[in-house]
C-alpha cells in the first residue's frame, strides 16, 4: 500500500483521541455526580458529630432565632435548629429513596428482561397492564396508596415500587428485545438451555448499562415524590426531621427565619442534581441512549 493510501485511510478513520473522547465524554458530569452524593452519604452518617443539637426536641423558648453561634442557621418556629434537621434530615430521604430504588430496578429488571425473552402471552398481558398502570399519575397513585395503608417507610416504599416499576419495566424490555435476537442466545437456546440460564448468562450481562441508568434517574425522582409526600402532609409524621416537612412548616415563617425553608431547599435540590448528573454521566459513559430515560 502506498504512503498516500496510508494517509487517506488515517485520515478517514476515527483518531484515537476522538474515540477516548467519545468514550469518556460522560465521565466529568458523572464524578461531579458522584461527588455529591458522596457528599450528602457522609453527612448523613456524621450527623451526630456534625452538630450537638438534637433534631427532634423543641424548644419554645429559642422559637424563631436567626442565625447565630449557638444556631448557625437559626430555628424553626418550635425553637429547633434548623442545621441539625437539616443534617439529620437527608438519613430519611436517602433511606427510602435508595430502598424504593432498589426493589423498583430489580423487580423491574427482572420483568423487563422476561417479557423480551418469552414474549408471546406472557409479553403482551404484563405491558397491557403496564400501560394501565402508566395511565395513572404517579402522586395520585402514591397519595392512594399512603392513604389506605399510612404512611410508614414500608408503605412510602411499597407506594414508589408500585408507580416506578412500570416505567424501568418498558425502559428494560427494549433493551432487551435488542438482545434476544442476536446470535449468541440463539445459540445458547438451541444447546437445549434452560430460560433461567439464557437469561441470567446471555442478556442480563448485556443490559446494565440501562439498569443503572434507569437506577439513578428513579432515585432522583424518588427524592422530589418523598419530600412532596411529606410537603402535602403524606409523608414523615412530625417531628421527623425529613426536607419536604421542613417546607412545609417554615414556609410560614419563611419572611422571618428565611433558613428554615432554604436549607431543606438547598439540601434536596443538591441531592436530586447529583442524581440526575450521575444519571447523565452513566449515559455518556455506558452509550445508554438518553431518551430511553425519559419513559
Known amino acids: 500500500m502506498s504512503t498516500e493510501a496510508k494517509t487517506s485511510e488515517v485520515l478517514d478513520s476515527p483518531t484515537e483521541p476522538k474515540q477516548k473522547r467519545l468514550r469518556f465524554g460522560g465521565n466529568g458530569t458523572l464524578i461531579f455526580g458522584l461527588v455529591l452524593i458522596g457528599l450528602h452519604l457522609l453527612i448523613a452518617l456524621l450527623a451526630p458529630v456534625l452538630t450537638s443539637h438534637n433534631p427532634y426536641i423543641s424548644d419554645p423558648d429559642a422559637a424563631l432565632y436567626g442565625p ?25 430521604a436517602l433511606q427510602v429513596t435508595f430502598i424504593a430504588t432498589t426493589i423498583t430496578v430489580a423487580i423491574g429488571s427482572a420483568l423487563g428482561i422476561l417479557c423480551a425473552h418469552l414474549g408471546g402471552w406472557f409479553d403482551m398481558v404484563i405491558m397491557r397492564l403496564i400501560d394501565a398502570i402508566l395511565a395513572i ?30 416505567a424501568v419495566t418498558r425502559v428494560v424490555r427494549g433493551a432487551a428485545m435488542a438482545v434476544v435476537p442476536l446470535d449468541f442466545v440463539t445459540a445458547a437456546k438451541a444447546r437445549g438451555e434452560s430460560a433461567f440460564a439464557v437469561v441470567l448468562r446471555e442478556i442480563v450481562p448485556n443490559v446494565p448499562g440501562v439498569m443503572l441508568v434507569e437506577y439513578a434517574m428513579r432515585a432522583s425522582w424518588a427524592v422530589l415524590l418523598i ?14 426531621p425529613d426536607w419536604g416537612l421542613m417546607i412545609s412548616e417554615g414556609r410560614m415563617a419563611m419572611t422571618v427565619v428565611p433558613w428554615s425553608v432554604l436549607a431543606p431547599i438547598i439540601a434536596l435540590s443538591t441531592l436530586v442534581i447529583g442524581l440526575s448528573s450521575a444519571a447523565d454521566g452513566l449515559s455518556g459513559r455506558l452509550g445508554v441512549d438518553r431518551l430511553s430515560k425519559g419513559a
Open 227 to 240: 419530600s412532596t409526600l411529606s410537603f402535602l402532609g403524606f409523608g414523615a409524621n412530625p417531628p421527623t
Open 137 to 166: 399519575p404517579s402522586i395520585l397513585a402514591l397519595l392512594v396508596v399512603v392513604t389506605v395503608f399510612g404512611n410508614s417507610i414500608p408503605v412510602i416504599v411499597f407506594a414508589i415500587t408500585i408507580v416506578y416499576t412500570p
Open 68 to 92: 447565630s453561634a449557638t444556631h448557625l442557621l437559626g430555628t424553626d418556629q418550635y425553637g429547633r435548629d434548623v442545621l441539625a434537621r437539616t443534617l439529620y434530615g437527608g438519613r430519611y
